[in-house]
């Protein structure tokens, strides 16, 4: 789940029936402990609780410090051991989070700067972004956010160490574009420029001098254009439709999680909708919690937009919402709520 391994029906069986002995309370220690730092109730555990709070709290050591801590707090057999290193891991992810909206930041910063040069222009077929004060083990994160917001392929770098002339870079692709092979048309025809590369379609890491930068930017840019030929890159978006608003209810949540566990090459179900925003305010410092009513005038019901903040809400009209249908347990509450993943203006 955490490392988007396809769902078949092999592995279904197998995270299914792994979720249900987490739930009756037969995860190892530190998995336990992980869930509870991350504050997930392990009675009611479902797959996404593994992919944003277990691991991004175990990658955070590997990112930043040593991964052999997360290791330790996944082999501990001693509850307090496993609960003291998860804590050091929740610790590193709050410092990962930390740098990665400062990166992120300045990336989208040097991203309106060449939107600025090019006036009316389109922004060309794929980006390289770099700064020597970026961290090598943060810019996969940032080229996957930078990736979605501009809906480019995406290049971001980072010294390999602190002041070092060699650059780790850590490439985000968009679907109809194989930015593995990409690279290795880079590499056929620039024998050299990359020290190292390899990926697959989505993601690929490569290293290079520094001096080589702009001479690969070029390269890459070629390559692009050649993979595309003439094709332009148009955001796509599939969702399962529109849900009546007397149906956005606990029951069909319950039974949507119920269905589950949900993952690579088998999604959760997306929806679509428009909404009345009656309530909004900002919680753990980076989400906005809403309060929300279709506009067929149904009961109101709790939203949560992860990584969103007011001043992304539309200016006025209603709001429009991909979203998933989720159970919310809270202080021994079960309620229905919306988590949305992308919200523009209904007007």
Same mark, same amino acid.
């Given at each position: 789940?955490?490392?988007?391994?396809?769902?078949?029906?092999?592995?279904?069986?197998?995270?299914?029936?792994?979720?249900?002995?987490?739930?009756?309370?037969?995860?190892?220690?530190?998995?336990?402990?992980?869930?509870?730092? *991350?504050?997930?109730?392990?009675?009611?555990?479902?797959?996404?609780?593994?992919?944003?709070?277990?691991?991004?709290?175990?990658?955070?050591?590997?990112?930043?410090?040593?991964?052999?801590?997360?290791?330790?707090?996944?082999?501990?057999?001693?509850?307090?051991?496993?609960?003291?290193?998860?804590?050091?891991?929740?610790?590193?992810?709050?410092?990962?989070?930390?740098?990665?909206?400062?990166?992120?930041?300045?990336?989208?910063?040097?991203?309106?700067?060449?939107?600025?040069?090019?006036?009316?222009?389109?922004?060309?077929?794929?980006?390289?972004?770099?700064?020597?004060?970026?961290?090598?083990?943060?810019?996969?994160?940032?080229?996957?956010?930078?990736?979605?917001?501009?809906?480019?392929?995406?290049?971001?770098?980072?010294?390999?160490?602190?002041?070092?002339?060699?650059?780790?870079?850590?490439?985000?692709?968009?679907?109809?574009?194989?930015?593995?092979?990409?690279?290795?048309?880079?590499?056929?025809?620039?024998?050299?420029?990359?020290?190292?590369?390899?990926?697959?379609?989505?993601?690929?890491?490569?290293?290079?001098?520094?001096?080589?930068?702009?001479?690969?930017?070029?390269?890459?840019?070629?390559?692009?254009?050649?993979?595309?030929?003439?094709?332009?890159?148009?955001?796509?978006?599939?969702?399962?439709?529109?849900?009546? *608003?007397?149906?956005?209810?606990?029951?069909?949540?319950?039974?949507?999680?119920?269905?589950?566990?949900?993952?690579?090459?088998?999604?959760?179900?997306?929806?679509?909708?428009?909404?009345?925003?009656?309530?909004?305010?900002?919680?753990?410092?980076?989400?906005?919690?809403?309060?929300?009513?279709?506009?067929?005038?149904?009961?109101?019901?709790?939203?949560?937009?992860?990584?969103?903040?007011?001043?992304?809400?539309?200016?006025?009209?209603?709001?429009?919402?991909?979203?998933?249908?989720?159970?919310?347990?809270?202080?021994?509450?079960?309620?229905?709520?919306?988590?949305?993943?992308?919200?523009?203006? *209904?007007?």
């Amino acid at each position: 789940i955490a490392d988007l391994v396809p769902l078949d029906h092999n592995n279904r069986i197998l995270a299914r029936q792994g979720l249900e002995r987490i739930r009756r309370g037969n995860g190892n220690p530190g998995l336990l402990a992980l869930l509870r730092v *991350g504050k997930r109730d392990y009675r009611h555990v479902v797959a996404n609780d593994l992919g944003f709070a277990v691991a991004p709290r175990l990658n955070a050591a590997g990112r930043l410090e040593d991964m052999s801590v997360g290791i330790r707090c996944l082999l501990a057999d001693d509850p307090d051991e496993a609960g003291e290193l998860a804590g050091q891991l929740d610790e590193l992810n709050h410092s990962r989070r930390s740098m990665q909206r400062t990166m992120q930041d300045e990336a989208m910063a040097k991203v309106r700067a060449v939107l600025d040069e090019l006036r009316d222009r389109d922004l060309p077929d794929c980006l390289c972004l770099h700064d020597p004060d970026w961290h090598q083990g943060i810019v996969g994160l940032v080229a996957s956010r930078i990736k979605d917001a501009i809906h480019r392929p995406v290049v971001v770098f980072a010294p390999e160490s602190e002041g070092a002339s060699v650059l780790k870079g850590s490439a985000r692709s968009v679907r109809g574009l194989h930015i593995r092979d990409a690279l290795a048309y880079v590499d056929a025809r620039n024998p050299g420029m990359m020290s190292a590369f390899g990926g697959h379609a989505m993601a690929a890491g490569l290293t290079l001098a520094q001096d080589r930068l702009p001479s690969f930017e070029r390269a890459l840019e070629e390559a692009v254009r050649v993979f595309l030929d003439g094709r332009g890159l148009q955001a796509e978006i599939m969702t399962d439709g529109e849900i009546p *608003g007397p149906d956005i209810n606990l029951e069909l949540a319950g039974r949507l999680r119920d269905l589950g566990p949900w993952g690579q090459q088998f999604p959760e179900p997306v929806f679509e909708g428009a909404f009345e925003v009656l309530d909004h305010r900002v919680v753990g410092g980076a989400h906005l919690k809403m309060v929300v009513r279709p506009l067929d005038g149904h009961e109101p019901v709790d939203a949560i937009a992860f990584g969103r903040l007011p001043e992304d809400l539309p200016a006025s009209g209603a709001l429009r919402a991909l979203y998933r249908l989720d159970v919310n347990h809270f202080r021994g509450e079960r309620s229905c709520q919306l988590v949305v993943e992308r919200f523009v203006s *209904g007007d």
